[in-house]
């Protein structure tokens, strides 16, 4: 069976402070590792998908990256804005079309 | 256009009543989904459409009828539900479920449901 687990639960920064949010995971063949960043009361936005460990992308102050066990969510010089639930999520190969969730890290940034 | 539309934003209904959720892409994406997801917690899959088809059933109780009348609708139709069935429920479409890349989910902004 899938898992993903995600540390912290949550995380305080100052504005500016630069941090990471990480994303350990169990998965029988690994097809894609998706982050998605989710306010309150709404859905969640797509950010990221990786494939293969050694992969990174990047948007704006948001950087992931990929081991064979887990994924960072690396976060520079962050913003009050950035403020949201970030969920990480794994594609298998043995649940087609179902993705795993993990519980998400709540991320509080203060001016 | 990465957008996926519901409604309504907000449905109160008593354990009696019979109402639909409503769900719409246009980005011709091929799978469609319905979750459930309660304060603090993570999305929980209930249902996933391949190609208009039901795929997945996570053995969601049969108050929860899905239905996907064509590529760019999907509908949730409630009925006899318990207050435990409040939550947000959320839609979500992606690509193409033959293909790595067509996992990907975009997710509308969620229907939230109160059962009185």
């Known amino acids: 069976e899938d898992q993903v687990t995600q540390s912290p639960e949550a995380l305080r920064l100052q504005e500016g402070e630069s941090s990471s949010l990480n994303c350990s995971y169990t998965?029988?063949?690994?097809?894609?590792l998706f982050w998605y960043r989710q306010d309150p009361g709404k859905g969640p936005e797509f950010l990221f998908t990786?494939?293969?460990a050694g992969e990174e992308k990047e948007k704006e102050r948001l950087k992931a990256t990929l081991t064979k066990k887990e994924s960072f969510l690396h976060i520079t010089a962050p913003k009050p804005e950035d403020s949201a639930t970030y969920l990480c999520a794994v594609q298998g190969n043995t649940n087609a079309g179902k993705s795993t969730f993990g519980d998400g890290t709540t991320l509080t940034v203060k001016p | 256009d990465t957008e996926v539309t519901q409604t309504p934003k907000h449905l109160v209904m008593g354990m009696t009543n019979k109402k639909s959720l409503k769900c719409e892409q246009h980005?011709?994406?091929?799978?469609m989904y319905w979750y459930k997801q309660k304060a603090k917690k993570p999305p929980e899959l209930m249902f996933v459409?391949?190609?208009?088809?039901?795929?997945i059933n996570e053995s969601v109780p049969s108050r929860f009828s899905p239905e996907c009348p064509n590529s760019s609708l999907l509908n949730l139709h409630l009925h006899a539900l318990q207050p435990e069935d409040s939550a947000l429920y959320l839609c979500?479409?992606?690509?193409?479920?033959?293909?790595?890349?067509?996992?990907?989910?975009?997710f509308g902004p969620g229907t939230r449901l109160t059962v009185t």
């Open positions: 990786l494939y293969s």
């Open positions: 980005m011709g994406h091929r799978a």
């Open positions: 998965v029988s063949g690994l097809r894609g």
């Open positions: 459409y391949s190609y208009e088809k039901l795929s």
């Open positions: 979500a479409s992606s690509q193409d479920p033959r293909y790595v890349s067509g996992y990907e989910q975009y």
